[in-house]
């Protein structure tokens, strides 16, 4: 499939004699999306923290959470035909979407940036346990030059071919060997008794979870504006993104408790169990998010100024194989955390105006249009933003206060409230 964002304006809706994805189609991609090594990563730090018992409920519930948010932002998508940040715009203006448009395009350089260093250590991890070699710098360089490369050329049509077709079976098989040799070689039971440090509140471990999917909050009406209904589209992406989530989470706690905890550790048990090879067939679909993080910041900043998305990939490509050179994976909780901080809220005030404030109906002429319905004040819906900004202070607030509580849901429920309540005030235009 060519890649909709060569296809059609993001602005403008599909038409409907175009949208062709199926329910099939939307478990297909988002299973394939929702499987990485970055999910491994971040199911490792859940434990010891948690006991795995409390680790495997709050995966449960953390997918579940982040999943159904998820996929009520594709119903958005797959209702208006139009891109992620076009949706944003009745929401926060016409010229308000620009904010989220650059945040989208920060938070993708870091996601890319991470899935370097996913397949920088896992590759390292191999190659040491193949060969007794290590070179984990030029591991980095070779991984950001490839994602840099294919973001450049364009090759989403390509790679979308080969993965759709090939890669979604090698990553069943890879996800099946790991599940296989992890029953087979630990005693499940006896993970399952080991007693959490209570370093990690189970709060804090669902806000872990729910961040992976959030992640995507931003991205998802990208492709679920060509479903062919919005239940479809909802059907589909919660159950593939939800299967993924969970497995490869629980996955990644698993094997870390096993193997002692830590990314390195975790990595050197993948590395070593049948001999890699599961971890090498996750490691070839990991090039699929790598550069579609990049042609999408790519992209993103393309809509805010006057520049070629392949001339804007070569940067973000630099930028993101620079900061995964310096950048250390312990970092990457705080990363997911931030990320929550941010999205999570906006998509409160998103899904409110649209199935709450406008019930599922916008002026798509309107979109980009100046002085028109979504142009608010000088492009900016203020109350759009005010809502956004109560959510993420809510969700800051709730962290440093009640830290086990958890701040995800809250801070959605604030920006939702306070957006619902601004808008059935007096003066709504502005």
Do not use: K
Request: a neutral charge; one cysteine or more; hydrophobic letters at 55%.
């Amino acid at each position: 499939m060519d890649s909709p964002n060569d296809s059609y304006d993001p602005l403008t809706p599909v038409p409907e004699g175009r949208r062709a994805f199926a329910a099939g189609d939307a478990f297909s991609l988002w299973f394939s999306l929702g499987i990485g090594l970055l999910v491994l990563q971040a199911g490792a730090f859940l434990v010891p923290g948690l006991s795995l018992p409390h680790a495997l409920a709050a995966i449960v519930l953390g997918s579940i959470l982040g999943v159904l948010l998820l996929a009520a932002a594709g119903v958005v998508g797959a209702d208006t035909g139009l891109s992620a940040i076009g949706n944003l715009r009745p929401a926060l203006g016409v010229r308000g979407a620009a904010v989220p448009a650059a945040l989208n395009a920060l938070q993708l350089t870091g996601w890319g940036a991470f899935e370097i260093i996913a397949m920088r250590d896992s590759a390292d991890a191999l190659a040491r346990q193949t060969f007794g070699v290590s070179n984990p710098v030029l591991w980095t360089l070779l991984f950001g030059v490839l994602a840099t490369a294919l973001a450049v050329m364009g090759p989403v049509s390509f790679v979308r071919r080969f993965l759709r077709a090939w890669g979604l079976w090698l990553l069943l098989a890879g996800a099946a060997w790991l599940t296989w040799r992890l029953l087979a070689d630990h005693d499940l039971p006896a993970l399952m008794a080991r007693a959490g440090t209570g370093e990690m509140s189970f709060g804090a471990g669902v806000d872990l979870v729910v961040a992976m999917p959030l992640s995507w909050l931003p991205l998802i009406a990208d492709y679920t504006r060509f479903g062919r209904s919005p239940g479809a589209m909802f059907r589909g992406s919660a159950a593939g993104y939800l299967l993924a989530n969970i497995w490869f989470f629980a996955l990644g706690a698993c094997y870390a408790l096993a193997s002692g905890g830590g990314e390195g550790m975790l990595l050197a048990a993948l590395a070593a169990t049948g001999g890699g090879v599961a971890l090498l067939l996750i490691l070839i679909d990991e090039t699929d998010n790598t550069f579609a993080d990049i042609h999408s910041a790519a992209v993103s900043t393309a809509t805010l100024v006057r520049a070629r998305p392949a001339r804007l990939a070569l940067v973000y490509g630099a930028v993101c194989t620079l900061i995964a050179l310096f950048a250390p994976l312990a970092r990457y909780e705080g990363f997911l955390l931030l990320i929550g901080s941010v999205f999570a809220p906006l998509f409160g005030v998103l899904l409110t105006d649209h199935f709450v404030v406008r019930r599922r109906r916008i002026e798509a002429g309107a979109i980009a249009q100046a002085g028109g319905a979504y142009w608010f004040t000088g492009g900016f819906s203020l109350r759009g933003l005010a809502a956004w900004g109560i959510g993420i202070a809510a969700y800051q607030a709730v962290t440093r206060l009640e830290p086990g509580l958890g701040a995800t849901l809250p801070s959605v429920a604030a920006a939702a409230a306070a957006y619902l309540a601004l808008t059935t005030s007096p003066r709504r235009r502005s």
